[in-house]
C-alpha cells in the first residue's frame, strides 16, 4: 500500500479515537455529578449511622432520612448529647434558614433543592426548604413523611421554632 491509503487511515483512527475518549469523559463528568447532587441516603445496616432525624415545628412532626456525609456524621454526635433548637426565620418564600449555634464540617456543592431538603448552610446554619431554590449546600437529609403542600402549611409564613432530635432506628 501507498502512504497516500496510511494517511487517512490513521488520521480516521486518530478521530474515532479522540471521540470515543471524549464521550467517555462526558459521561464520567456527568456521572460524578450526579453523585454529588444526590448524595447517597445513609446505609441503615451501618450502625454509626443508624438514625433518623426528627425535626418538631408547630407541634408537627417532620421525618428525615439523613445522608451520610461528615456533617451529618458530627450533628448525629450533637444529637446525642441533646436536642438542638434552631430560631429558624423565614427566607424569600421557599425556605426556613437558622443558626444551629455551633460549626459542622462542610461538602458544598451547587445543589438544586426540592421541598423537604435540609441543607447546611455556611457551615452553622441549617435550612429547611418548603419550595426549590440553587445554591451551594452540603446536604444534611430530605423529609420522608410530608409533602410539598404539608410542608408549606406547617412552616408557615412566619418565624419558627425548630427542634431536631435524633430517632434510632430498630
Same mark, same amino acid.
Given at each position: 500500500?501507498?502512504?497516500?491509503?496510511?494517511?487517512?487511515?490513521?488520521?480516521?483512527?486518530?478521530?474515532?479515537?479522540?471521540?470515543?475518549?471524549?464521550?467517555?469523559?462526558? $459521561?464520567?463528568?456527568?456521572?460524578?455529578?450526579?453523585?454529588?447532587?444526590?448524595?447517597?441516603?445513609?446505609?441503615?445496616?451501618?450502625?454509626?449511622?443508624?438514625?433518623?432525624?426528627?425535626?418538631?415545628? =408547630?407541634?408537627?412532626?417532620?421525618?428525615?432520612?439523613?445522608?451520610?456525609?461528615?456533617?451529618?456524621?458530627?450533628?448525629?454526635? $450533637?444529637?446525642?448529647?441533646?436536642?438542638?433548637?434552631?430560631?429558624?426565620?423565614?427566607?424569600? =418564600?421557599?425556605?426556613?434558614?437558622?443558626?444551629?449555634?455551633?460549626?459542622?464540617?462542610?461538602?458544598?456543592?451547587?445543589? $438544586?433543592?426540592?421541598?423537604?431538603?435540609?441543607?447546611?448552610?455556611?457551615?452553622?446554619?441549617?435550612?429547611?426548604?418548603?419550595?426549590?431554590?440553587?445554591?451551594?449546600?452540603?446536604?444534611?437529609?430530605?423529609?420522608?413523611?410530608?409533602?410539598?403542600?404539608?410542608?408549606?402549611?406547617?412552616?408557615?409564613?412566619?418565624?419558627?421554632?425548630?427542634?431536631?432530635?435524633?430517632?434510632?432506628?430498630?
Amino acid at each position: 500500500m501507498s502512504k497516500k491509503i496510511y494517511i487517512p487511515i490513521i488520521i480516521l483512527i486518530v478521530v474515532i479515537i479522540s471521540f470515543i475518549t471524549i464521550n467517555n469523559l462526558k $459521561k464520567e463528568t456527568k456521572e460524578d455529578n450526579n453523585k454529588s447532587n444526590n448524595q447517597e441516603l445513609i446505609d441503615k445496616e451501618d450502625n454509626n449511622m443508624n438514625y433518623n432525624l426528627k425535626i418538631t415545628v =408547630n407541634n408537627e412532626e417532620l421525618i428525615l432520612d439523613l445522608v451520610n456525609n461528615e456533617a451529618t456524621k458530627e450533628l448525629i454526635s $450533637k444529637l446525642k448529647e441533646q436536642d438542638i433548637i434552631v430560631n429558624a426565620s423565614e427566607y424569600d =418564600n421557599f425556605e426556613k434558614v437558622g443558626s444551629l449555634g455551633f460549626s459542622l464540617p462542610t461538602s458544598d456543592t451547587y445543589l $438544586k433543592t426540592e421541598p423537604g431538603d435540609l441543607m447546611l448552610y455556611q457551615g452553622n446554619q441549617i435550612t429547611l426548604f418548603y419550595n426549590s431554590n440553587s445554591w451551594n449546600y452540603t446536604k444534611l437529609g430530605k423529609v420522608t413523611n410530608k409533602n410539598k403542600e404539608e410542608l408549606t402549611r406547617i412552616l408557615g409564613k412566619d418565624d419558627v421554632i425548630m427542634t431536631l432530635s435524633l430517632i434510632e432506628n430498630n
